[in-house]
């Protein structure tokens, strides 16, 4: 049973990776294997939107591009469980993980895709005023249902309720790894 736990932040200590850190330690609490990509480390280029606006994307599920986004694309294939964290940027998600999400939409969303029928928990970080974490946890929702994911919890943290709401990461990361193990994805 294998988590992959994707997200994306300018700080690598900041609330978007205490919050990462915090879901890592719940899952690892109920004894499931993790993997954390750290997007902002990875070289992931922008869709080119080929061919007409349909590329191999919509041909085989791939993508033209040749960076790191393959093998990050490969190791979601892989995972039973997929938890996505991002910082707030703009009300939206930061713009590395806008450019990953694009790409992987689209290989996924033009077909029934690999990803099709897997959960995933979804956390934005609004560290600033706090204002778009709503907003950008609609976006992810919207952009995973494209993909046919369904999601099982969406959090929001912010200065203002991040005292009691990393504790509550933990119990979500624990509850995440029940689900599971209880064949959550079946
Ligand atoms: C370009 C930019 C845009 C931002 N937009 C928002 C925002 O819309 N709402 C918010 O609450 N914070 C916003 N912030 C603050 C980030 O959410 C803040 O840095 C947050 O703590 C992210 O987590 P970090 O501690 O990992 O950087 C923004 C920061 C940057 C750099």
Known sequence: MKTVILWSSANTDGLTAAAKDTFLAGLHEQGIETEDIFLNGLTIRPCLACGNGFGQCLSDGSCVQEDDFAAVYKKLVEADGIVLVTAVYFHDLTEQFKLFIDRLRRCEALRDGDLKGKTCTLVACAGGSGNGAVECLNIMETT????????T???SITRYNRDYMLPALRSSGARYAQFLTEGGND
Do not use: F, L, N
């Open 144 to 151: 995973v249902r494209h993909m046919k994911m369904t999601p």
């Open 153 to 155: 919890d969406r959090i």
